[in-house]
Every structure is written in structure tokens, then in C-alpha cells.
């Protein structure tokens, strides 16, 4: 393949890196055409300095950013300066092995149009990471997945190492916000084939990461973002609207069958189980019609699975709905009038468990 490859490197405080980085490189794309783009945040080390220094041996271009404005910012800017139709983004710290790239092109020439060096997938791995680190990278994963189920089949969506082609971006608008710049490009990004790649990610030798706690508040400021920006939020709202619905149908059922009908009689909680199963069904179609419309399946046996799966998820809403009135009123004490706000505890958290089951199991992408 003779395509320039468009490297895009953030630095910030990295010196003893870049030799060895485009050494690296220079080994690993023998045979390639390709440019790497610095974008440095005035790095007080002398980072600059080094890149410029090596701009006469290797095919180097340096941007160099007064104001320090951020990872996802520093690859974003390096987009307005790339020559090529495909673009990696990589550390400059050596964590992320050159030597890889080359299959990651194997991808893209297999007709990916995204590409992620991932540690999650068979083969990858995050050797001497502390448990804690582990847990925290894993549990970002999943608040992921959970929120925006369009990442759900990457396993590496928060990877600093991809590779994509120029026309992911066509039309996107990219908000060049924390750390996570996959996931932004991800969520605003028309990819069509997503591919991963195994890789080991490296132990830092030289300097300091920069991942802090908030960056990882910066995370859940992006995430939330993302959700708005990806219908994601209008799509809970319009969940919880047809919950509320639902409550009109139970009640309004529940009162004709024991007020305008002799049917039920004395029984009154058949009442009960008559209207509150009526407005399953119909939350159900609702949010099969209205909610998911976007994950609409045809055929009758799809909608039954998911009425089905939808009955099974209010079983354990209700559940949780009772259980937390339980807990709240015998053993917290909570007594009137509190009883309100516990059974409202309850019934906000059984919401939340249904909307997410819901969005996992019953309409799954
Ligand atoms: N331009 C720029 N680069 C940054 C900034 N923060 C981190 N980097 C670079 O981004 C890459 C990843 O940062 P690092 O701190 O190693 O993150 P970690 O690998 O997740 O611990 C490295 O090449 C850093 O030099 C920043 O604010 N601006
Ligand atoms: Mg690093």
C-alpha cells in the first residue's frame, strides 16, 4: 500500500520518548508512506525541541500549542494538518507499539474503515496494571456500553490506539472534549466496519502519565454529552414517558373494572393483576413503536421474545419496587408521610433497572 498514513501523536512532556518513538516507527512502516504529526501542549521538557531537532531524518511535522487545552483537543487540532486519507492516533510514550500498525492496515485493506488496537480482545492484555486500574478501565468500559449501546460491540471503545479512514469523519462534529477521543469519534463518526486488533499495552519508561481523577469526572461529563448527542437521552425521556402512560392505563383500568363492572366483584386483586399486566402490554408496544423504533425487528416471534424478555424485566421492577419500600419502611423505620418518598425511591430505581435491562436485553442493538 503506497496511501500516506497520517500519524497523529499528542505530547505533552514526552522528550525521551521521541527517538526512540520514531525509531520505532521508522522500522515498523519501512516500506510505507507516511508522516507523523506532533501536536505538542508547550511542554516545559524540551519536547519541541527534540521533534524539531529530528524533522531533517524522519518525515515529522510539529504543532506546538500555546495553551495547554487537552488530549482530545491536541488530536482533533492534528486533524486540520493531516495530507492523508488514513489516520492513526497514537502515544508518543511507547505504550502504544509501533510495530503493530502495519496490522492494522491489514484491516483497513480488508475493508474496515475503522480500525482499534484493542487490549480487550483475544490476544491483547494491560500487563502490570494494579487491580484498581483494571477495575477502573473495565468499569469505564461498561458505563460505555451501558449508555451508548452503540459501542456495545467494540471491546476496547476507550483504546488511545486506532486507526481510521479520512471519511469516518465526513460531516461530524467533533467535540473535542477529555480524554476519550475514540469514543467521541465513535459516537459522532459514520464508521461502518469496525475492526480490532490485539495488542499488549507497554510500561512506560520514560515520564509521567497524565490520567488523574479528573479526567475521570471529565469522563462522566462526556459520557452524558455523548448520550445527548446520540439520541440517547431523548430516548430515556421518551421511556419514562411511556411509564407514565402506563400508570393511566393501570389505574384507569383498575377503576373501570371495579367500579363500572361486576365482573371482579370483591376479588379485587384479579382487578389489579388485569390492569397492571394490561399496562405492561402496552408500555410494551409503545416503546417497541415509539422508544426502540430505530431497533424495530420484524415478525411475530421477535415480538413476542421481546414481550416476553419486556414482562419478565417489570417482574423485577416490581420486585425492586417492593423491595425497596420494604427495606425503607422496616428496617430504616421510615414511616408516614415518608411513605411516599421510599415507595418513590423505590419505584425511580425499579425506572432506572427497567430502562437499562430494557436497553440491554429486550431491544438489544
Ligand atoms: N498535546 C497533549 N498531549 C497530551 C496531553 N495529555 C496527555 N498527552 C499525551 O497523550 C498521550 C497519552 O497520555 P498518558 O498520560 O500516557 O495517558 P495514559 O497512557 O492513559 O496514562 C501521551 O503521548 C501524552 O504525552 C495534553 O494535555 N496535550
Ligand atoms: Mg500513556
Redesign the pocket.
Known sequence: MNELISLI??????RD?ITPLLERLECALSGYNYEAIF???NSADGTAKMIASLASKYPVKLIV?KD????A??VVDGLSHISGKIITVM???L?HPPEIIPNLLKEIEAGANTVIASRYVKGGSCPGWRLSRKLNSRGAIFLAHLLLPATRQISDPMS?FFMFKKGVLTGANLEPLG?KILLEILAAGNFKRVAEVPFAFGS?ND?????NAGQQIAYLRHLFNLMKRTGELTRFFKFALVGASGIGVNEGLYWLLTRLTSLVGSLDIWAVVISTETSVITNFILNNYFTFADRSQPGLKSFLKRLLRFNLVSLVGISITVGMFYILTRFFGVQEPYDLLALLTGITMAMLWNYLANNWWTWKP
Open positions: 501523536i499528542p505530547t505533552h512532556n514526552e520518548n501536536i505538542d501542549d500549542r495547554k487545552r487537552g488530549l483537543s491536541a502515544d508518543a510514550d505504550q488511545g480524554y512506560r515520564g509521567k502519565s497524565k490520567l
